[in-house]
């Protein structure tokens, strides 16, 4: 197993010590051979390298390793498995928000829409008294994709059991630490910068508390996930594309290279499948919670940024009009269009509904201006326009709203659920007991994350490195649009949708530490110690706190130890 990335310079990027590489046979860089013998340039092989570098996918992995690429996100996702379905109907109660999106997931299962609720519902459904569900439309602010993914839970397990409540969460947490594994191992090339990645979101707190509880913010992260790897596949995909309609173009001309025509603006590559898999994944993260249009945004560009990059590097003298013209239009019409007939069809239950709420207000509303449109199309409009009235006039003060300026350090974590059980009562012993769910994250990995995006910071515009350019815009798009709404109110736990890149940028920090393989022996040894150590220590501080994020009961006074800020109680 390598330790590091075994991508060599030249792929897309300036070289950093998380990538190990080595110049070519003779000595002479490639960029210099090529220089001296162009038509060289256009071979497949030279194209293939120069655009992607070595290792490209698992095949290429050498045949001992290849099972450790899958084996590596199985065995970190088990280890979150068990922090995360173990006593996860701890604690027996809907809360903190899963008073709305639990209930609101069984009026899907139901209805294909969402009713409305009595009073003192909560009491009948932890009961399991679900029944007392009215027939009349409920007007709820969010979109049906996270709630229609908690609804299997409780057709397999019930209403009445918090498992059925949770288990989606829980199974979303679990996939995304394998997805997120798969990521890294893609990202840097490296099994164990992967296994780090995995095992680092595996038992991190906000993560586990977010998979641990029925809140609509674990399902945007996993889709937004999703989409990131999708399009890291597209990149790899389309740099393999032009790599060999280029070498065609150069074989089939007299002197060996493409014509002077023929790199003005390069070739087309078609379809891109995995761009049209991004656009399907930001559209179910979009119908998840709205807030995805950033990431929609922000991955867009940056799927386009790669192209313009990949046209440069393989020769294209118009690189930026070509690929503008040639992979930007296709992009666009590949991820926008996509993600917005999803979004759509993520309303079907609305669509297929005769009382719905807002879903016969076009009738009832008749428009000289907009009557071409279908009715309800321009009802469910109409329900939009009054969301995002909603979500613009969200001010109400609230003890656990916190300002962004703070989440990167944890200034003001969320408390989902706090009890005192009396003593004599099950698992208190002791005079004072506290039984709590703080989406605290762990302190070692969000302290040690935020300081190295500043790294990233300085690879990117020093080194050009494209893995910190692709991490640090993922961590841009889930973050600094929240800047843009001060009066808001916010919570710590919207910083789950980004946290994944969050360890990423942690990771790649890790992999500078490691060094590279042609470091001496020394210095790579060095390396690893101080990783090993991070690591151990991470472990323990997140067994440290493991209690208050599953509601174990445990003394007032062990609580009140874990409470390291005063802003956290």
């Known amino acids: 197993m390598t330790q590091t990335s075994v991508r060599p310079d030249g792929a897309g990027s300036a070289s950093t010590s998380a990538s190990a590489s080595a110049p070519p046979p003779g000595g002479k860089p490639d960029g210099a051979r090529w220089i001296s013998r162009p038509t060289e340039a256009f071979t497949t092989e030279a194209l293939i390298q120069r655009l992607l570098g070595g290792i490209r996918s698992w095949r290429d992995y050498p045949p001992s390793l290849r099972l ?10 088990a280890v979150g498995g068990v922090l995360r379905f173990v006593r996860l109907d701890a604690p027996r109660s809907l809360v903190f928000d899963e008073t709305y999106y639990v209930k609101d997931a069984y009026s899907l299962l139901v209805s294909g829409y969402e009713r409305n609720w009595p009073e003192k519902a909560n009491d009948s459904f932890i009961a399991g008294n679900p029944g007392v569900l009215l027939n009349t439309p409920e007007y709820v602010v969010h979109p049906p994709v996270g709630k229609w993914m908690i ?9 009445d059991n918090p498992v059925g409540w949770r288990f989606g969460a829980a199974m979303t947490g679990v996939l995304s630490i394998a997805l997120l594994a798969l990521i890294a191992q893609k990202l840097f090339g490296s099994l164990i910068l992967g296994a780090l990645a995995g095992l680092l979101l595996a038992v991190d707190g906000h993560h586990l508390v977010m998979s641990r509880t029925s809140l609509l913010d674990i399902f945007l992260m996993f889709w937004i996930l999703a989409a990131f790897g999708a399009l890291l596949m597209d990149r790899d995909d389309g740099r393999r594309r032009l790599a060999l309609r280029l070498a065609r173009q150069a074989a089939a001309a007299p002197a060996g290279r493409p014509s002077a025509l023929e790199l003005l603006s390069g070739p087309w590559l078609g379809i891109r499948w995995w761009r049209i898999v991004a656009g399907v994944c930001l559209g179910l993260a979009v119908g998840t919670k709205w807030s995805a249009l950033f990431f929609v945004a922000g991955f867009g560009l940056l799927t386009v940024f790669w192209d313009l990059s990949a046209r440069r590097i393989a020769g294209i003298r118009g690189w930026i009009s070509g690929g503008i013209v040639k992979d930007g ?13 999803t979004y759509a069809l993520s309303w ?60 990167l350090v944890m200034g003001r974590p969320t408390s989902f659920f706090y009890e005192s059980p009396k003593q004599g009562t099950p698992g208190c012993d002791f005079s004072s007991c506290t039984s709590a769910i703080l989406s605290v994250g762990n302190p070692l990995i969000w302290w040690a994350a935020a300081v190295s995006l500043v790294v990233l910071l300085f690879w990117w515009a020093g080194r050009r490195d494209w893995r910190a350019g692709a991490i640090l815009a ?40 490691l060094g590279r393989r042609t470091d001496p022996l020394w210095r790579r040894r060095s390396g690893l110690y101080g990783v090993a150590l991070f690591v151990v220590g991470a472990v323990l501080i997140s067994a440290f706190f493991y209690p208050v994020w599953t509601a174990e009961i445990i003394p007032y006074q062990d609580w009140r130890v874990r409470m390291w800020m005063p802003s956290w109680i």
């Open 151 to 159: 609804a299997p839970g409780m057709w397999v397990f019930g209403p």
């Open 474 to 513: 993922a961590v841009g798009a889930g973050y600094l649009p929240w800047f843009l709404y001060p009066e808001r109110t916010m919570f710590f736990f919207y910083a789950v949708s980004f946290e994944p890149y969050l360890i990423l940028a942690l990771v790649y920090c890790l992999g500078l530490v």
């Open 68 to 77: 450790w690429f899958w084996l590596v996100p199985a065995l970190t996702a």
């Open 329 to 341: 239009l296709l992009a666009f019409v590949s991820i926008v269009p996509v993600a917005a007939v």
């Open 348 to 407: 079907t239950g609305w669509f297929r509904s005769t009382d719905a709420y807002y879903r016969q207000w076009a009738a009832s509303n008749p428009s000289a201006e907009w009557g071409w449109l279908p009715d309800p199309v321009r009802s469910l409009a109409h329900y939009h326009l009054e969301a995002y009235k909603f979500h613009q006039g969200l001010s109400s003060e609230h003890p656990y709203e916190a300002s962004a300026w703070s989440w």
